[in-house]
Every structure is written in structure tokens, then in C-alpha cells.
Nanobody, 119 residues
Framework: QGQLDESGGGLVQAGGSLRLSCATSGRTFSDYAMGWFRQAPGKEREFVAAIGWRGGNTYYADSVKGRFTISRDNAKNIVYLQMNNLKPEDTAVYYC????????????WGQGTQVTVSS
């Protein structure tokens, strides 16, 4: 069974940028869809972005559309989430996920990385 390791979280001021990375190990997920979810304190976990196994199809939550970009490098087994123009409401733990397709529920989750945006 594979493992997902997120990195790149941290503290940033509003308007700033961060790039999250998700490295896969133990097995390849190059033929699966991958995505990012997040969970803010006191709130339910929510979908952020997803990308098809070939990388050609991407999907975003309305709240991040135009600011976040998901991409993947199957040769390196890494998925990225570039986050620009960050807002305080983006503060959350961000989780990398794997699913059979972009419309399926994730079956593998990473441990999460904290993103904090100060105003």
C-alpha cells in the first residue's frame, strides 16, 4: 500500500504564495486521480482540487478557482498545489489524496500539512 507525504505548508501573509508538494512512495499512483482537500478549525473537510491521471483534466472548488493550480509529475511521483493570492480563509490543514477517478471518493490520504495565512 502506498504512502503520501505532504510538504510545503507554513505561515504566510495574505496575498502571498505557497506551493504544496505530495510525494508518493511504496507504489505508483500514476494511473490514479489525485487531489487536495483541506480542513479548517471547526469546519468539515472540503474538496480543493483534483487532477486526472494524465494531468489533462483539473477541477477546483469555486473558492480557489483562479488562485490555485494543481499539477502532477508522474515521472517523479509528485503532485503539486500552487497557491497564490492566499487569504486568511485558506488557513487549514491540507491533505493529499488518491482516488480511482476525479469523481470518486479518495481511498488514500496523506497526514496533512498546515497552511496558515495571516491578515
Amino acid at each position: 500500500q502506498g504512502q503520501l507525504d505532504e510538504s510545503g505548508g507554513g505561515l504566510v501573509q495574505a496575498g502571498g504564495s505557497l506551493r504544496l508538494s505530495c510525494a508518493t512512495s511504496g507504489r505508483t499512483f500514476s494511473d490514479y486521480a489525485m487531489g487536495w482537500f483541506r480542513q479548517a478549525p471547526g469546519k468539515e473537510r472540503e474538496f480543493v482540487a483534483a487532477i486526472g491521471w494524465r494531468g489533462g483534466n483539473t477541477y477546483y472548488a469555486d473558492s480557489v478557482k483562479g488562485r490555485f493550480t494543481i499539477s502532477r509529475d508522474n515521472a517523479k511521483n509528485i503532485v503539486y498545489l500552487q497557491m497564490n493570492n492566499l487569504k486568511p480563509e485558506d488557513t487549514a490543514v491540507y491533505y493529499c489524496t488518491v482516488s480511482r477517478t476525479v469523481i470518486d471518493r479518495p481511498h488514500t490520504w496523506g497526514q496533512g500539512t498546515q497552511v496558515t495565512v495571516s491578515s
